[in-house]
């Protein structure tokens, strides 16, 4: 990666001063994980009280479907911050950015919730062709299945997946549909390929690498309060740098 003004090295080092400078970007995020903490304890106690397989299987996708809605909302509450302190001179105080940026979140979340299905759905597809596939590989050795595993989940990610990295951020930045921000994500993908690249491999390995912390709970918190605020800036600098805020139609 190189160190250009734009740079992936330079977003990001950039992104985690600001974040150090503006802890507002991690409520939002610490508001998704007390009520995702709270709805895991409602639905243990509610999985005691269901007795069939069916009901199971139905509260599991209700259940998957609201962690889904929190997040997706709290994401574009997020986003919206990220561009508001992306500008060079954004409102004060904190209190106006953050009730600014969830009025605004009301108008578009269920566009991000769309492409976070979407992406969700794409990543679990990947997954289970990956476990079979590696499955089949496991009659030539383990070691083997494990490198076959690893080139499969690598060929999605980089051959498909993404290609839906930007697309929540044009949908906050623009307003714009679900498919058109699918639309201008690939494009903006396929012109700066290797740096978005570069992007997502540098955080999946910081992921990866914070997930080896003994405490789960630790865990957690380092990557919904920090981690995710500064992924936020970078993919929503991204986009400005590349000048996808002028390119597309007026905000809907």
């Known amino acids: 990666m190189n160190m250009g003004k734009h740079s992936p090295v330079t977003l990001i080092i950039k992104a985690a001063k600001d974040f150090l400078n ?30 069939s397989n069916a009901g199971q299987i139905i509260w599991l996708f209700l259940y998957s479907i609201i962690s889904l809605i929190f997040l997706s909302f709290s994401f574009t509450v997020l986003l919206f911050l990220a561009l508001s302190l992306s500008k060079a001179n954004h409102p004060k105080p904190y209190k106006i950015l953050l009730s600014d940026s969830i009025i605004r979140a009301k108008s578009v979340w269920h566009r991000n919730f769309l492409n976070m299905i979407l992406i969700a759905l794409s990543s679990m597809v990947l997954v289970l062709l990956a476990n079979f596939i590696g499955r089949m590989a496991s009659l030539l050795g383990y070691s083997f299945a494990i490198i076959i595993f690893i080139l499969v989940m ?24 679900v498919l058109e921000s699918i639309i201008f994500s690939a494009r903006l993908v396929k012109t700066r390929y290797i740096e978005v690249l570069s992007i997502i491999i540098f955080f999946l ?20 309060l920090i981690i995710a605020p500064i992924l936020s800036l970078v993919l929503v600098r991204f986009v400005l740098s590349s000048g996808g805020a002028n390119v597309l139609p007026a905000q809907r």
């Open 22 to 51: 503006n802890p507002i970007l991690a409520f939002p995020p610490l508001m998704a994980f007390l009520l995702l903490v709270l709805l895991s304890y409602l639905s243990q106690i509610i999985s005691l009280n269901i007795s």
């Open 154 to 177: 690598f060929s999605g990610l980089a051959g498909g997946i993404i290609f839906l990295t930007f697309s929540t951020s044009y949908a906050v930045i623009n307003g714009s549909p």
């Open 205 to 224: 390995v910081l992921y990866k690498l914070i997930s080896f912390i003994p405490n789960v709970f630790f865990v957690e918190i380092i990557q919904s």
